[in-house]
């Protein structure tokens, strides 16, 4: 005869055995409490996430874990609990045994006994601290992007202001508008390539003179810097002016000019290091070229005199005379590169 009894009470062991197993198992902390919020039970995982072996945390209060201005949710809690309400996972902060704070999320339910009674509540908490922190630098990252995107902005219309002032033809403003517009856009790719953490002085300066080609003409030397993004697209925007000029009357214009593009730190006022930057070139003098240029000053000559040094808290000089032309920048470090690769002086970065 089948012991029916035996068999039942083989197969509710077995069960309970397995559901144990599970728990213990979990990544997720499964923790059970009863009605008067004394936790009953603690599996691994809420070891590993709350810092309390199962010994510590059984017998006392649940509210151990909770922040002090987050003691009402367990009253709301066990409210609910009572009336039989499932909690849907919901986002909240509890507290380590070292003190530290965690984000978790929750998902609790009632516990009834054989004859359907409530007796207490199951909670799983998942640590979400690093998703939290993911969310956390998106909306910064957002932030970051919808400041620069506004600032685009204003600088794209300055530019529209300016060229249009100096500017009479028609297809001629809109040349000049497009490749100032793709100067700033490649100014941007190298932030966005960073995420807005900086750019190479050297990257930038190629990057701006890549469209004019004629690169065996050109040098550039100066130590390894990492500019600020302001930085990025101020100087961005003079490299792309005094190349365009280069370009048509300087010497990527000759076979026989020459572009040196120099930088190096100095000591400056108050033992405050400052950028040196240089761009020289030279050119054959063209016959009947003058020494005075004020025909050919416009916007470009606007953003290396007042818009670039004056953004990075500087001083600009642009010297022109015939198979000449020097534009040399002294700015404070501080308002160039990125603040922590100030510490020392940075190591030689030459083409």
């Known amino acids: 005869m089948i012991d029916l009894a035996g068999r039942d009470a083989l197969i509710a062991i077995t069960a309970d055995a397995r559901l144990a197993a599970i728990v213990d198992s979990s990544f997720d902390a499964i923790v059970s409490k009863d009605l008067n919020s004394i936790i009953t039970s603690w599996n691994a995982a809420a070891q590993r996430m709350f810092g309390y072996t199962a010994e510590e945390a059984v017998g006392r209060s649940v509210l151990m874990l909770i922040p002090d201005h987050l003691k009402d949710e367990e009253t709301d809690i066990i409210s609910r609990v009572r009336r039989g309400e499932l909690l849907a996972s919901y986002e909240t902060i509890r507290r380590r045994k070292d003190g530290g704070l965690i984000a978790v999320s929750l998902t609790i339910s009632p ?23 993911s969310e956390r630098r998106i909306r910064l990252l957002l932030r970051e992007v919808n400041h620069r995107v506004k600032n685009q902005f204003a600088v794209i219309l300055s530019m529209i202001r300016e060229t249009s002032k100096r500017s009479t033809d028609p297809r ?31 990257d930038l300066a190629q990057e701006q003179l890549k469209p004019f080609g004629h690169e065996a003409r050109v040098s550039l030397s100066g130590p390894l810097l ?31 000019g020459r572009l040196e593009i120099t930088w190096r730190i100095v000591e400056g006022v108050s033992d405050k290091r400052e950028i040196h930057l240089v761009w020289d070139e030279t050119m054959p003098v063209r016959e009947g070229e003058r020494r005075d240029e004020s ?27 015939p198979g000449h032309l020097k534009w040399s920048l002294t700015a404070p470090l501080a308002s160039i590169i990125v603040p922590q690769l100030g510490a020392d002086v940075p190591e030689t970065e030459t083409s």
């Not at 993004?229 to 010497?251: C, D, I, R, W």
């Open 111 to 133: 516990i009834r006994n054989v004859s359907g009674e409530i007796i207490g509540a199951s909670k799983i908490a998942r640590d979400i601290t690093a998703s939290k922190e």
């Open 172 to 202: 001629e403003f809109e040349e000049l508008i497009r490749s100032r517009i793709m100067a700033l856009s490649r100014s941007h790719d190298l932030l966005v390539n960073s995420e807005w953490a900086g750019a190479s002085l050297f």
């Open 226 to 256: 990492t500019l600020q993004p302001n930085a990025v697209q101020n100087l961005g925007m003079a490299f792309h002016e005094l190349g365009t000029n280069s370009s048509k009357y300087g010497a990527l214009a000759s076979e026989a």
């Open 295 to 321: 025909t050919r000053k416009g916007f470009g000559t606007v953003v290396l005199q007042r818009v670039a040094p004056q953004s990075l808290n500087g001083l600009a000089v642009l010297d022109r005379s």
